[in-house]
């Protein structure tokens, strides 16, 4: 839900510069071509941010602990997560763009803030600014990436393994060790039924790596539940650093002009 910018609890566009890593990158010059289309906005968890088909018309940069999910929808009402966002990325014609009608259904998956900016202001923030070319199209990259990995995960990973893997990213994209989502939100994600994964999060909490209550996971043992995912999450993690680099300026050699 969009809210004024005094309802947010005293949040400012400065924590979203800093809290983004995309918009931590920015230098003085870069973020004048964006702070005046910006908009503080506040999403609830299970709340539409795009729904599938829809024009795209903003861009959304989470920050504090806001975390979305991609969601593509089959039939019978199912939908699966092909793609996690936080605030190490943003969402909305981030690959296309453009104005291409949105793919996947976008979600809020756990509660936050963000910065939401419009779709055209951006093309044309991007078209005065050299690194914010570049940054987009290496960031468009390394969202691919995630994408194509969690397909091939997917198909021959272990739930178990999907399961850490997905805690893992979700750790990272909220920054934090707390994650406010139910065993069927999870189940959902994963698109699994709801008894395996309550058999796994059983396994998992006897095991000391997650605790569960009411309604939110805890992360325990990161070291141990790194040793139970699989091989995806380092990849991912991997090509992203090597595409973005540390400052976000990307890797050596890479270039998108």
């Given amino acids: ?81 092909v793609a996690s966002i936080g605030r190490e990325g943003a969402v909305g014609g981030i690959i296309s763009c453009g104005t291409a009608p949105a793919f996947t259904h976008v979600v809020a998956q756990i509660a936050g803030p963000a910065v939401a900016m419009p779709l055209h202001a951006l093309e044309l923030a991007k078209q005065a600014s050299p690194h914010l070319r570049n940054l987009f199209c290496r960031y468009s990259d390394a969202l691919l990436s995630q994408v194509m990995q969690s397909v091939a995960c997917n198909a021959f990973h272990p739930i178990e ?9 979700a750790q990272d994209r909220v920054g934090g060790d707390r994650l406010i989502l139910t065993q069927e939100g999870l189940a959902e ?47 991912v993690e991997d090509h992203f650093a090597g595409v973005l680099g540390q400052d976000g300026r990307g890797g050596a050699g890479y270039d998108c002009d």
């Avoid at 790596?209 to 999450?233: E, N, P």
Wanted: hydrophobic share 45%; proline share 3%; glycine share 10%.
């Fill in 1 to 81: 839900m969009d809210l004024p910018i005094d309802t947010l609890a005293g949040r400012s566009l400065d924590q979203a510069f800093a809290g983004n890593r995309l918009l931590a990158t920015l230098d003085g010059n870069e973020r004048a071509l964006l702070e005046p289309h910006l908009e503080l906005v506040e999403f609830a968890a299970g709340e539409t941010i795009l729904p599938a088909g829809t024009g795209v018309e903003r861009s959304i940069f989470p920050f504090e602990g806001l975390m979305v999910s991609m969601l593509v929808e089959l039939s019978g009402g199912r939908s699966v997560e």
């Fill in 189 to 235: 994600l994963l698109g699994v039924q709801r008894t395996t994964i309550n058999a796994v999060a059983r396994v998992f909490q006897e095991q000391g790596l997650i605790s569960y209550r009411r309604g939110a996971i805890q992360v325990t043992d990161r070291t141990g539940l790194s040793k139970v995912a699989c091989g995806c999450y380092q990849a």
């Fill in 161 to 169: 393994a999907r399961a850490a893997r997905w805690l893992l990213h």
